[in-house]
């Protein structure tokens, strides 16, 4: 690299042409390393696939023309998921993972100064896209449950009119749900739309908010194949609403974003729906288990979860905590970035040897000495 004074006056220049909201934020960072023995970090499903259904996986992999261009949508699975849920194609989006149509969202709805509800805590991301478009984030503390406030939502809505209210349920990163009264509430009062980030549907009756679709045009569900159905590796998510708000967030869509690999592994994995219900079911199981573990231990306290993780306090910081169980080759996730959760940490649901090296491991390291 050259740092003499003119490459240094050019570097300055160039710096000053990316915009003030860019320059100001911070990437998504995980903040850990992606491999460990037993990693409980990322909410992922930790179970393998049937070698019958891996085998037919790599069969129609085979069949698959690498050379040749995607179609600008992925139509087929558009299709398959149009079935899976009971609801047209044309009002169905497939994406290079749910976060990319999140930002597809912010394309095509926030501007500069755009009013946006965010209830807190939530999955920072939404934070990071409302900013980095320009738009005024209207953040709502929680209850003292941690639960979103909902009245406190519904006097924000009424006096700031938003262009956008997000809601996630279960959320990241409580495990939390919303009462359906609740967010129909909060549906009929908004004047712009509402997005359900359903990341976690599968973990409940798989159906969500979907019947919501067929009263209110202004309601978006966002899902993902991230978590339940096993393709965190992959990239795929889906956003779901009426056509015309759809139709509308095509023209902000990058064309080509989801590949033929891609589409392919979802249409399998969507012929053996089944097999995702039964590894949900599983990870329900683990959820549970975690929960009433936690719960007996002194001085830590877990949040019940509808997700596929528990998130809990301790009496020790959670960097320590975290430092203690990294040495005994276990990842979890840091949740003091959150000013609601100092001193919590969420741990997701592994398979059940995993779970119990974790809570061995969490009895040894809340005991540790200094
Ligand atoms: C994990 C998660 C997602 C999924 O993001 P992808 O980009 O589809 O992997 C979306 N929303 C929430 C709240 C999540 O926790």
Avoid: C
Avoid at 37 to 55: D, G, M, S, W, Y
Avoid at 124 to 132: D, G, I, K, P, W
Avoid at 165 to 189: F, H, R, S
Avoid at 343 to 362: H, I, K, Q, T
Wanted: aromatic share 8%.
């Amino acid at each position: 690299m050259l740092h003499d004074v003119l490459t240094v006056d050019a570097l300055t220049q160039a710096l000053q042409v990316i915009r003030p909201a860019v320059r100001q934020g911070k990437p998504y960072s995980v903040g850990a390393p992606p491999e460990a023995p037993i990693k409980l970090n990322q909410n992922e499903n930790p179970f393998e696939l049937p070698e019958a259904v891996k085998r037919e996986l790599l069969e129609a992999l085979q069949e698959v023309p690498l050379n040749r261009y995607p179609a600008e949508h992925p139509e087929r699975l558009r299709q398959a998921l149009a079935e899976h849920l009971g609801w047209s194609p044309e009002g169905i989006i497939v994406g290079n993972g749910s976060n990319e149509l999140t930002f597809t969202l912010g394309l095509a709805v926030v501007d500069a100064g755009t009013p946006v509800v965010l209830p807190r805590p939530m999955f920072s991301f939404y934070e990071m896209m409302v900013r980095l478009h320009g738009g005024n984030v209207l953040g709502v503390p929680p209850r003292p449950d941690l639960q979103f406030d909902t009245e406190a939502l519904l006097e924000t809505i009424s006096r700031n009119r938003p262009a956008l209210v997000v809601l996630t349920t279960p959320n990241n990163p409580t495990g939390l749900t919303m009462a359906p009264e609740d967010v129909e509430a909060i549906v009929q009062a908004a004047p712009g739309l509402v997005l359900i980030d359903e990341a976690y549907v599968e973990f409940t009756d798989g159906i969500g908010f979907r019947r919501f679709l067929d009263h209110y045009p202004h309601v978006l569900l966002l899902r993902t194949f991230s978590k339940a159905f096993g393709l965190a590796g992959v990239r795929l998510g889906y956003l779901v609403g009426h056509p015309r708000i759809i139709q509308e967030l095509y023209k902000a869509r990058i064309p080509f974003m989801v590949d033929r690999l891609a589409e392919t592994i979802a249409l399998t994995l969507l012929r053996h729906y089944k097999l995702v219900q039964e590894q949900a079911a599983r990870i329900k199981q683990a959820v549970a288990w975690l929960y009433q573990e936690l719960a007996t231990l002194a001085g830590v306290a877990p949040v019940p979860s509808q997700a596929n993780f528990v998130i809990f306090r301790t009496e020790l910081q959670p960097r320590i905590l975290l430092a203690r169980l990294a040495q005994k080759g276990i990842l979890l996730r840091d949740l003091s970035n959150y000013p609601e959760l100092r001193g919590y940490v969420r741990v997701s649901a592994g398979r059940p040897e995993e779970n119990r090296a974790f809570m061995d491991a969490l009895k040894e390291a809340l005991t540790e000495p200094e």
